[in-house]
């Protein structure tokens, strides 16, 4: 069985900011980080795009299924202290389809705003 792992997008500060929050409270180190701006091809191997992986959230559970966006969330919560009613409340109130379509304009707006003036580079149906 391999590690729960979480890709996330190293040069967005926000998405920095949040990943070293859970990133500290990970004690038991039960996630594994990737930061896909520098993955040593860990999404290739993953057989995760990396345009996007650049504009959401991906997992990967430990019996190699991706998760995308709010359901990846889900994930990483259910394995952080503090976070595992968080997201038993999100599973039992079915709102992860509802949360999943916002954050999914919100990963749109940021990617814009990340990738403007050139600071990363996608192809042109990206943004």
Same mark, same amino acid.
């Given at each position: 069985?391999?590690?729960?792992?979480?890709?996330?997008?190293?040069?967005c500060?926000?998405?920095?900011?949040?990943?070293?929050?859970?990133?500290?409270?990970?004690?038991?180190?039960?996630?594994?980080?990737?930061?896909?701006?520098?993955?040593?091809?860990?999404?290739?191997?993953?057989?995760?795009?990396?345009?996007?992986?650049?504009?959401?959230?991906?997992?990967?559970?430990?019996?190699? =299924?991706? @998760?995308?966006?709010?359901? #990846?969330?889900? %994930?990483? +919560? !259910?394995?952080?202290?503090?976070?595992?009613?968080l $997201?038993?409340l999100?599973e039992?109130?079915?709102?992860? =389809?509802? @949360?999943?379509?916002?954050? #999914?304009?919100f %990963?749109? +707006? !940021?990617?814009?705003?990340?990738?403007?003036?050139? $600071?990363?580079?996608?192809?042109?149906?990206?943004?």
């Amino acid at each position: 069985m391999t590690a729960f792992t979480a890709y996330f997008d190293g040069g967005c500060p926000l998405c920095s900011k949040e990943i070293a929050h859970y990133r500290r409270i990970d004690k038991a180190g039960s996630i594994h980080w990737v930061d896909i701006t520098d993955d040593g091809g860990a999404l290739a191997e993953a057989g995760i795009d990396r345009t996007d992986a650049m504009r959401r959230i991906h997992a990967k559970e430990t019996d190699g =299924r991706i @998760l995308t966006g709010v359901p #990846a969330f889900v %994930a990483i +919560w !259910r394995r952080l202290p503090g976070y595992r009613r968080l $997201a038993t409340l999100v599973e039992g109130l079915r709102l992860v =389809r509802p @949360l999943d379509w916002g954050y #999914a304009r919100f %990963a749109d +707006w !940021r990617l814009k705003r990340r990738c403007k003036d050139g $600071a990363c580079i996608l192809t042109p149906r990206d943004v």
